[in-house]
């Protein structure tokens, strides 16, 4: 995964550097790196960020398909 895939995954799912490092138990500034391109990008990272993503896009299917909207934690 590039920085500019993570960077774009991040976004897509509307959160801050800060809400993603909370999900995935990493700091702040680890996101920070990764989305600069100090640090490569783990698989196990990458991975977790892409079930994110899948996760999100599912509740946004749901809430549109039946109008309600449920949250991701």
């Given amino acids: ?22 999900k995935l138990q990493l700091t702040r500034m680890t996101i920070f790196n990764y989305e600069y391109g100090k640090y490569p ?3 196990c990272v990458e991975y977790a960020v892409k079930y994110l993503s899948f996760k999100h896009e599912r509740l946004k299917q749901w809430n549109k398909q039946y109008g309600k909207t449920i949250k991701m934690v």
């Fill in 1 to 22: 995964m590039t920085k500019k895939q993570f960077i774009k995954l991040r976004e897509s799912m509307q959160l801050t550097r800060m809400q993603l490092a909370e």
């Fill in 41 to 43: 990008i783990p698989k």
